[in-house]
């Protein structure tokens, strides 16, 4: 089965939130409240347990010039269901799995809440829930997948600005939008998740199920530009640590060999 996932286009997005309402009201997530954040336009903050999708809203400087507008710059962000997901290779219990749609799934009856995950992503999409204490995702709405029906957040959004299918369909349908946008002169546009801004193994390997066209830089939009798995530093990690201790074990033999 051809791995499938999202295209989200940010130049289409009107901040509109329709997609993080169908996500809470088809996957039943609670209400994240309505605590003031300063952000007014954005209640929900951040991707959390119990919100799978969010909309961001990036207050951009204006040209400076007098009477000059703010700029806003929208995402709607999610799980990036990561080709080498990080995540899924921190798991000790196999909770998380790959799907056939090659997505990223946790099921919750075996996840145990070690909460090995949560540092694991880069992206920091996945946290253990506040209620049950254990870990939680955006599922792709696997349950809609099983039935040929596309995910919720993509089936809800007005403008198209995400689109869900068959990745080797919106690789090229993003790279042609790309070109498009810098056709007319949006030469900060560019796209994350193909190349740029994918967790990759150790080997370089790796791209995400989510591709995203952006119109500024990712730290804009609190996205890594360079993305580094934890697991793939531990054994540089541990052979630096074990160079230091022969060098230690070394200098203290050559000590103690001449106080005797």
Avoid at 37 to 52: E, I
Avoid at 190 to 218: C, V
Wanted: hydrophobic share 35%; glycine share 8%; with cysteine.
């Amino acid at each position: 089965m051809s791995p499938v996932g999202f295209f989200t286009d940010t130049s289409l997005c009107i901040g509109c939130k329709a997609c993080e309402v169908a996500c809470k009201q088809w996957n039943q997530l609670p209400s994240d409240g309505y605590e003031f954040s300063g952000m007014s336009y954005d209640n929900t903050q951040a991707l959390s347990a119990t919100t799978w999708r969010h909309v961001a809203f990036v207050e951009a400087p204006g040209s400076g010039a007098p009477g000059a507008q703010q700029n806003w710059l929208m995402l709607s962000d999610v799980c990036k269901h990561c080709s080498n997901a990080g995540c899924l290779q921190a798991c000790p219990t196999g909770a998380i799995v790959r799907t056939e749609f090659s997505t990223v799934y946790v099921q919750q009856d075996v996840c145990n809440g070690c909460g090995y995950c949560v540092p694991a992503c880069p992206y920091g999409v996945i946290e253990l829930s506040p209620i049950d204490h254990r870990a939680h995702k955006c599922t792709l709405c696997y349950d809609r997948l099983k039935t040929g029906l596309e995910p919720a957040c993509a089936k809800a959004c007005p403008t198209d600005s995400i689109v869900f299918g068959p990745l080797d369909e919106l690789r090229p349908r993003a790279e042609a939008r790309l070109k498009t946008l810098q056709g007319r002169g949006v030469a900060s546009a560019r796209l994350y998740g193909i190349d740029e801004g994918a967790a990759k193994d150790s080997a370089g390997r790796g791209s995400l199920n989510s591709i995203f066209l952006l119109l500024d830089e990712p730290a804009k939009y609190n996205l890594p530009e360079r993305v580094e798995l934890p697991q793939n530093t531990v054994l540089a990690s541990s052979l630096a640590t074990a160079a230091l201790g022969a060098v230690l074990a070394v200098g203290a033999a050559l000590i103690f060999g001449r106080r005797s």
